[in-house]
């Protein structure tokens, strides 16, 4: 498969397959390389068996590493490994979970690393039996049910799709609470042009009310209490920013909380390659530039998938369609024309799911006001142990860019490298410096990715790109 290494794609999740599949079975041999054992990323994540009948769980995902195997002589799938860093000249540096190391120098990079979880942080957020939203269906997956009962908290479409899996599984739910008004009358407007997927959604909704756990909108959880591991959560009323408004609040018992405010793209790869990125909440915040043909700022750096903006999986498998086709046009191969059909439907498919996106983003994509509900004491990092009054204190000193307060903090210097914080601080910075979020970037990203041995390092490009 010598020319395997000439298209490298980054992640095989639902962007990542679709453009690794249409490739090979167009004839076009590629790598995929992904840090999971399966293929899948998060939404076909391969699990132990739930419930027949669990809503959301995608089953095409199966079908998919179903057509991946059956091309493994086209494509040169690299399992459990990682990129741990990129150049502007498309060389990728590989770890693999056993501890192999390697490097690759394709012609195409094909990025499709998909999304992280954003957070707001609370007093009490660091405590044992808090997860992520995300988090905690990842443990569903693997077929750890939590015992109830348990709160979940958030914004977003997966703040309801786990609560009724949940259900689903026999989870006692204490309550789920969102950030969220009910959709305006624009938001469902653009809702409707998919009427298949806003009927999932309100049938996850339905699955809630039938249950009857209480759903409160327009409220947020405002501290987390418990000796040692979580016992209590206490809720109140936002504003439309979502700043909390201090009115009536109600406690929750629980012995587990999911919280999460959505979705923000992965960009650690596309910023290493020095990629230029905009801010956009609607996308998830910070996200690359791309051209029509989904080619990053750097050429021959293509970014498919939520990695590029948070958009969901259809349009993750729409992305990946369209940039297998350009990438094996990039890459002259002579078989690219027969991948234009798939891709020039694929379009169609993004122009009809961009207005639903819109309508979803409107209704819930986080507003700022929810970054302010730390209070002085409450870690903002919690890899460094940084709290919100070192951060305010950073920012009165004058340390307003995220760069000058990673220096003088140390938040975000530990080891999820800012994953976590990084939005946190960028939305912190911005209050306390009346500047728009858009104007506060985030900090340049530092190879390695992840920890690797000390005797990898010797082999790292150690200047990042500009
Ligand atoms: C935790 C979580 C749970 C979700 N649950 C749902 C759900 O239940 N239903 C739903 O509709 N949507 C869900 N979503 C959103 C949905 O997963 C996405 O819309 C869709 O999967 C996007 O596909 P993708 O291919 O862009 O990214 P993903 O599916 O996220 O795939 C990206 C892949 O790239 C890998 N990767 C990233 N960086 C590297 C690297 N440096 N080296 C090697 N591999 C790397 C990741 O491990 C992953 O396997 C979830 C998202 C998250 C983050």
């Known amino acids: 498969m010598a020319d395997a290494a000439r ?70 799938h690299r399992r459990g490994t990682e990129v741990v860093a990129i150049d502007a000249e498309r060389k990728l540096w590989l770890a693999g979970e056993d501890g192999r190391r390697g490097e690759l120098p394709p012609d195409v990079v094909i990025l499709c690393p998909g999304a992280v979880e954003l957070f707001a942080p609370v007093p009490g957020w660091t405590l044992p039996g808090v997860f992520g939203l995300g988090g905690l269906q990842v443990l569903l997956k ?77 409220h947020a959880v405002v501290a987390i209490e418990g000796a040692g591991a979580v016992e209590c959560v206490e809720v109140a009323p936002v504003d439309s920013e979502w700043r909390l408004t201090g009115r009536s609040r109600r406690q929750f018992r629980c012995t587990a909380l999911g919280l999460g405010y959505g979705l923000r793209p992965n960009v650690e790869l596309t910023l290493l390659a020095g990629a230029e990125h905009a801010f956009d909440p609607a996308l998830g915040g910070w996200h690359v530039r791309r051209s029509p043909d989904l080619e990053s700022s750097v050429r021959n750096i293509f970014v498919a998938g939520d990695g590029a903006g948070v958009q969901g999986v259809e349009a993750a498998l729409a992305e990946g369609a369209i940039v297998a086709y350009a990438a094996a046009v990039r890459t002259a191969h002579p078989n690219a024309a027969s991948l234009y059909p798939a891709a020039a439907r694929a379009r169609e498919r993004l122009a009809r799911l961009a207005r639903f996106r819109r309508g979803l983003a409107a209704w819930s994509a986080p507003r700022a006001g929810i970054f302010d509900a730390a209070r002085p004491d409450t870690f903002v990092c919690r890899c460094e142990d940084v709290t919100r009054r070192e951060i305010d204190a950073a920012l009165a000193a004058g340390f307003g860019d995220m760069r000058a307060l990673k220096l003088r903090t140390r938040a975000g210097m530990g080891l999820c490298q800012g994953r976590v914080c990084a939005p946190i601080i960028q939305h912190l910075a911005a209050a306390a410096t009346g500047r728009a979020p858009a104007e506060v970037p985030l900090p340049t990203a530092r190879p390695p990715l992840r920890p690797v041995p000390a005797t990898a390092l010797a082999d790292l490009p150690m200047e990042a790109a500009p």
């Open 7 to 76: 298209i490298a794609i980054i992640g095989a999740g639902p962007a990542g397959l679709a453009a690794a599949i249409a490739l090979a079975e167009a004839g076009i041999a590629c790598t995929l390389i992904d840090d999971n054992r399966e293929a899948g990323g998060q939404i076909f994540r391969a699990g132990a068996a739930l419930p027949p009948d669990i809503p959301g769980i995608d089953r095409r995902g199966r079908e998919l590493r179903r057509r991946l195997a059956a091309l493994a002589s086209r494509i040169d």
């Open 142 to 218: 693997a077929g750890a049910v939590p015992e109830g009962p348990v709160v979940l908290a958030g914004a977003g479409p997966l703040l309801r799709l786990l609560a009724a899996q949940l259900i689903a599984c026999g989870v006692e739910l204490a309550a789920v609470v969102d950030a969220s008004p009910l959709p305006g009358p624009g938001a469902v407007a653009d809702m409707t042009r998919e009427p298949a997927l806003l009927a999932r959604g309100l049938a996850l909704e339905a699955a809630i009310v039938r249950a009857r756990v209480p759903l409160l909108r327009r």
